[in-house]
Nanobody, 124 residues
Framework: QVQLVESGGGLVQAGGSLRLSCAASGRTFSTYVMGWFRQAPGKERDIVAGISRGGGTTYYVGSVKGRFTISRDNAKNTVYLQMNSLEPEDTAVYYC?????????????????WGQGTQVTVAS
């Protein structure tokens, strides 16, 4: 089992940047595929980005490609989401999630463990 704690959210002006971090407990972090999801009010929780266990494979939803970068440091049990050129449409609660599978998945139901979420608000 793994526990996840997100940090780094906040209020930022459009065009600005934020870096989210997700710290994981336990000694098996490197065995989990990791994902970042977001959920805006009244909407479903959708994938933003995912990264394979070793970090060699990444996935991004189309709306964030070229703006967001997912990375991980297995020595620090941490996954990051660097968000640049933020837009008001990026406003949501951002969650990190861990999956015991082998491939990066895009469905929330595939992920076994979730953090509590961190609010990102982008002002226009």
């Amino acid at each position: 089992q793994v526990q996840l704690v997100e940090s780094g959210g906040g209020l930022v002006q459009a065009g600005g940047s934020l870096r989210l971090s997700c710290a994981a407990s336990g000694r098996t972090f490197s065995t989990y595929v990791m994902g970042w999801f977001r959920q805006a009010p009244g909407k479903e929780r959708d994938i933003v980005a995912g990264i394979s266990r070793g970090g060699g494979t990444t996935y991004y939803v189309g709306s964030v490609k070229g703006r967001f970068t997912i990375s991980r440091d297995n020595a620090k049990n941490t996954v990051y989401l660097q968000m640049n050129s933020l837009e008001p449409e990026d406003t949501a609660v951002y969650y990190c999630a861990a999956d015991q599978g082998q491939r990066v998945g895009v469905r929330a139901s595939k992920y076994n463990y979730w953090g509590q979420g961190t609010q990102v608000t982008v002002a226009s």
